[in-house]
């Protein structure tokens, strides 16, 4: 095939034989190629050298993405067919149906006797005056959480430290740690918080880090923070974080806000736990961050954080733990007879922890605390104005101004309960979630999803729809989260849940539900069971973003009954 001469290429006969072949095929693709383009001057060449290139990188980016090429094409249809005339039409009509059917039915449509207050009053009210109103707007609630209704809401039981904690919120109600000078009492219990979350977490040395509004801004300041620790340290400036596709929606916010590429992992469809190993394959050259949970919210999983900590060593990204459900309870858990594997900084991956103190720290809700293995990843958390002519402002959480008080019940709760009295309920939740988990096992049609070892608890059933089962269990007063994809029903257990028959009146509710749908397992869901079966089908997520959306326009509405 050519005249050049043949290469020696080992002293093995067989690999040298393989190697002359691949030599004659490479010599003839070269020769080939030069006579094509023996007829284009050098510029041509090169113009059409950068198409190809330009359209192969098209072609693979397209190819190669995080959604399935599949459902990436019925996403594509579904939106090409929108904007056709008759169909768009159509859809456009169901959603509009849609959305006025949530504006007259909400807890924004005020029953008769009440109206909205939408100006100040020309004369100032009394206290008294002022109680009155709030009374009158408190008979609006009619979901009873104190007696344990709700999933998750309120984590605290009736008794809990009320009285203490009222007292020094009403003591702190003024304060700001802004003002450090001012409230150097703030600075120091804020300090002794994150020192005492860190010993909790078995921190090997001082632990860094600060008390924010909730979860959500935790998590929000660790991805952040390793977005810019990445940038500084390894010149990433295209980063991708790699997580569970259960992990809390606060991260897909966090990738929205700081404009991170989020790569979301399917996890196992019987046990709900994530792969280790998927999540290691999705690891590039721009990962900042993997993300590990205890529990994951839906189904109330433990993550394997000792495989993605060897993973987070390895390939040399940020290992964040979300333990911002389950960060009161999971410390304690060993000392009250229900050990877990390691999920702290005991793991040498683990470079930050959320942890929220407002559930089973048992504080006001406002309160979350997020830590850091070390205090050089903590600085890429504070932000610095330096040329302001305000002069230099810094601060180390999303909001400047920040109430000292929530700071000062959430140093109040943990010194009063103590580890003693987390310990003991720890145990008392853990015990109940084993002891729902026992009797929901025990019930024909329905199945606990996975295998939940804290406080969370879901359940599905495969011959009729759970969607049903959540209707009928609103109707007796039951405030459950509905899960999608797959379809099931949650509870995050609490305090409130461990008062005497709670738990046996929800199996009891479960068990007679379930059997009314067992006598028609193929029933038609309606009323709100039937738009979320809707909202799983419908392939363009967008639509069901906007009618999302349209529930928080709603929640800021003031418009009078009678009112257009």
Same mark, same amino acid.
């Given at each position: 095939? /050519? &005249? %050049?001469?043949?290469?020696?290429?080992?002293?093995?006969?067989?690999?040298?034989?393989?190697?002359?072949?691949?030599?004659?095929?490479?010599?003839?693709?070269?020769?080939?190629?030069?006579?094509?383009?023996?007829?284009?001057?050098?510029?041509?060449?090169?113009?059409?050298?950068?198409?190809?290139?330009?359209?192969?990188?098209?072609?693979?980016?397209?190819?190669?993405?995080?959604?399935?090429?599949?459902?990436?094409?019925?996403?594509?249809?579904?939106?090409?067919?929108?904007?056709?005339?008759?169909?768009?039409?159509?859809?456009?009509?169901?959603? %509009?149906?849609?959305?006025?059917?949530?504006?007259?039915?909400?807890? @924004?449509?005020?029953?008769?006797?009440?109206?909205?207050?939408?100006?100040?009053?020309?004369?100032?009210? /009394?206290?008294?005056?002022?109680?009155?109103?709030?009374?009158?707007?408190?008979?609006?609630?009619?979901?009873?959480?104190?007696?344990?209704?709700?999933?998750?809401?309120?984590?605290?039981?009736?008794?809990?430290?009320?009285?203490?904690?009222?007292? #020094?919120?009403?003591?702190?109600? @003024?304060?700001?740690?802004?003002?450090?000078?001012?409230?150097?009492?703030? !600075?120091?219990?804020?300090?002794? +918080?994150?020192?005492?979350?860190?010993?909790?977490?078995?921190?090997?040395?001082?632990?860094?880090?600060?008390?924010?509004?909730?979860?959500?801004?935790?998590?929000?300041?660790?991805?952040?923070?390793?977005?810019? @620790?990445?940038?500084?340290?390894? &010149?990433?400036?295209?980063?991708?974080? *790699?997580?569970?596709?259960?992990?809390?929606?606060?991260?897909?916010?966090? $990738?929205?806000?700081?404009?991170?590429?989020?790569?979301?992992?399917?996890?196992?469809? #019987?046990?709900?736990?994530?792969?280790?190993?998927?999540?290691?394959?999705?690891?590039?050259?721009?990962?900042?961050?993997? +993300?590990?949970?205890?529990?994951?919210?839906?189904?109330?999983?433990?993550?394997?954080?000792?495989?993605?900590?060897?993973?987070?060593?390895?390939?040399?990204?940020?290992?964040?733990?979300?333990?911002?459900?389950?960060?009161?309870?999971?410390?304690?858990?060993?000392? $009250?007879?229900?050990?877990?594997?390691?999920?702290?900084?005991?793991?040498?991956?683990?470079?930050?922890?959320?942890?929220?103190?407002?559930?089973?720290?048992?504080?006001?809700? &406002?309160?979350? #605390?997020?830590?850091?293995?070390?205090?050089?990843?903590?600085?890429?958390?504070?932000? /610095?104005?330096?040329?302001?002519?305000?002069?230099?402002?810094? /601060?180390? =959480?999303?909001?400047?101004?920040?109430?000292?008080?929530?700071?000062?019940?959430?140093?109040?709760?943990?010194?009063?309960?103590? !580890?003693?009295?987390? *310990?003991?309920? =720890?145990?008392?939740?853990?015990?109940?979630?084993?002891?729902?988990?026992?009797?929901?096992?025990?019930?024909?049609?329905?199945?606990?999803?996975?295998?939940? *070892?804290?406080?969370?608890?879901?359940?599905?059933?495969?011959?009729?729809?759970?969607?049903?089962?959540?209707?009928?269990?609103?109707?007796?007063?039951?405030?459950?989260?509905?899960?999608?994809?797959?379809?099931?029903?949650?509870?995050?257990?609490? !305090?409130?849940?461990?008062?005497?028959?709670?738990?046996?009146?929800?199996?009891?509710?479960?068990?007679?539900?379930?059997?009314?749908?067992?006598?028609?397992?193929?029933?038609?869901?309606?009323?709100?069971?039937?738009?979320?079966?809707?909202?799983?089908?419908?392939?363009?997520?967008?639509? +069901?973003?906007?009618?999302?959306?349209?529930? @928080?326009?709603?929640?800021?509405?003031?418009?009078?009954?009678?009112?257009?």
């Amino acid at each position: 095939m /050519s &005249g %050049d001469p043949l290469p020696v290429l080992t002293d093995n006969p067989y690999f040298n034989q393989v190697g002359l072949v691949l030599y004659d095929y490479f010599t003839f693709f070269k020769t080939t190629v030069n006579n094509e383009f023996k007829q284009y001057e050098i510029w041509q060449v090169m113009l059409i050298t950068v198409a190809l290139t330009l359209m192969s990188e098209a072609i693979l980016n397209f190819l190669i993405q995080d959604e399935p090429l599949l459902s990436r094409f019925k996403k594509g249809l579904f939106k090409a067919v929108r904007v056709t005339p008759i169909i768009g039409a159509m859809i456009k009509e169901k959603v %509009d149906k849609t959305k006025a059917e949530m504006a007259n039915d909400g807890p @924004w449509v005020l029953p008769e006797g009440h109206s909205y207050q939408t100006k100040l009053p020309e004369k100032g009210l /009394s206290d008294k005056e002022v109680l009155g109103v709030l009374d009158k707007y408190n008979s609006l609630n009619d979901v009873s959480w104190q007696k344990g209704r709700c999933s998750g809401t309120i984590y605290c039981a009736e008794e809990d430290k009320n009285e203490l904690l009222s007292e #020094v919120y009403k003591n702190y109600c @003024w304060t700001n740690p802004l003002h450090v000078d001012c409230f150097k009492d703030v !600075r120091k219990m804020e300090a002794e +918080v994150v020192a005492m979350c860190g010993e909790m977490f078995h921190h090997p040395g001082k632990a860094s880090g600060s008390v924010t509004s909730g979860g959500t801004e935790s998590i929000l300041m660790s991805m952040k923070t390793h977005r810019d @620790w990445a940038r500084e340290t390894k &010149g990433i400036d295209k980063p991708n974080i *790699v997580c569970a596709i259960t992990a809390h929606p606060a991260f897909d916010k966090a $990738a929205a806000y700081f404009k991170i590429h989020i790569i979301h992992i399917p996890v196992d469809p #019987v046990t709900y736990a994530v792969n280790p190993r998927d999540i290691a394959n999705a690891i590039n050259s721009n990962t900042i961050c993997i +993300v590990g949970s205890v529990p994951q919210y839906p189904h109330g999983i433990m993550d394997d954080i000792a495989a993605l900590s060897e993973i987070a060593v390895r390939y040399d990204v940020g290992l964040h733990v979300d333990a911002c459900l389950g960060g009161f309870l999971i410390p304690f858990m060993e000392d $009250a007879g229900f050990p877990l594997p390691p999920f702290d900084f005991r793991l040498p991956g683990v470079t930050a922890i959320s942890i929220d103190t407002h559930k089973y720290g048992y504080t006001y809700k &406002g309160s979350s #605390v997020v830590l850091y293995r070390s205090v050089e990843t903590f600085y890429h958390q504070i932000t /610095s104005t330096t040329e302001w002519p305000g002069g230099i402002y810094a /601060s180390p =959480t999303l909001a400047g101004s920040r109430p000292g008080a929530n700071i000062a019940v959430t140093w109040a709760a943990m010194m009063s309960f103590g !580890r003693d009295g987390y *310990v003991s309920a =720890t145990s008392e939740v853990i015990r109940g979630a084993r002891y729902l988990i026992d009797g929901l096992e025990q019930i024909e049609g329905v199945e606990v999803m996975g295998s939940p *070892v804290i406080s969370c608890v879901a359940w599905t059933s495969k011959i009729f729809n759970i969607y049903n089962m959540s209707s009928d269990l609103t109707k007796k007063g039951w405030n459950l989260a509905v899960l999608q994809f797959p379809a099931g029903i949650h509870i995050a257990l609490t !305090r409130r849940h461990m008062s005497p028959g709670v738990i046996d009146q929800l199996l009891l509710d479960i068990k007679e539900s379930a059997a009314v749908q067992m006598l028609n397992p193929g029933a038609a869901a309606s009323g709100a069971a039937a738009m979320y079966g809707m909202a799983a089908q419908i392939p363009d997520r967008s639509i +069901v973003g906007d009618i999302s959306r349209e529930f @928080w326009r709603l929640y800021y509405s003031t418009k009078n009954n009678g009112e257009s």
